[in-house]
C-alpha cells in the first residue's frame, strides 16, 4: 500500500511540477531512469533519495504523505488535542455538524 502510494505521489508531483521523469533523475543527480524505476514499480528511494525528493519539492516528509502543508499538519495536531477533551456525544455532535458543513460544501461546488 506504501509502496504505491510513493510511486503515484512522486508522479502526481512531478506533473504538477510540469517536469519529466528524466529531468527530475537528473536534478536529484541520478541516472536518467532513477524516477522511470521507482514509478514503474522496480524500486523504491532510499531514506536519503526520499528526502532528497521532498528537499526538490520543498515538502517536509508529513507534507509528503499528507498531502498537506506542514502548518495544517500543526494545526490538526492541535485539534485532535483539544478533541480528546471532549465527551462521546460532544465527538458525535460535532461529527454531525462537520459532516452536515461538508455536504454543503461539496453540493456548492457542483
Same mark, same amino acid.
Given at each position: 500500500?506504501?509502496?504505491?502510494? $510513493? @510511486?503515484? @505521489?512522486?508522479?502526481?508531483? @512531478?506533473?504538477?511540477?510540469? $517536469? ?8 536529484? +543527480?541520478?541516472?536518467? +531512469?532513477? $524516477?522511470?524505476?521507482?514509478?514503474? +514499480? ?5 531514506? *536519503? ?17 499528507? +498531502? ?31 459532516? *452536515? ?10
Amino acid at each position: 500500500m506504501y509502496k504505491q502510494f $510513493i @510511486r503515484q @505521489r512522486i508522479t502526481e508531483l @512531478r506533473v504538477r511540477k510540469n $517536469i519529466s521523469e528524466y529531468q527530475l533523475s537528473i536534478a536529484l +543527480g541520478h541516472s536518467k +531512469g532513477y $524516477i522511470q524505476s521507482i514509478t514503474s +514499480g522496480h524500486t523504491l528511494p532510499s531514506m *536519503e533519495a526520499f528526502l532528497e525528493i521532498c528537499d526538490y519539492f520543498k515538502l517536509t516528509p508529513s507534507e509528503f504523505f499528507l +498531502g498537506i502543508p506542514a502548518t495544517q499538519v500543526h494545526d490538526l495536531a492541535s485539534i485532535i488535542v483539544l478533541l480528546q477533551h471532549l465527551s462521546e456525544h460532544e465527538l458525535i455532535q460535532l461529527l454531525s455538524y462537520i459532516e *452536515e458543513r461538508l455536504s454543503v460544501f461539496s453540493s456548492t461546488e457542483q
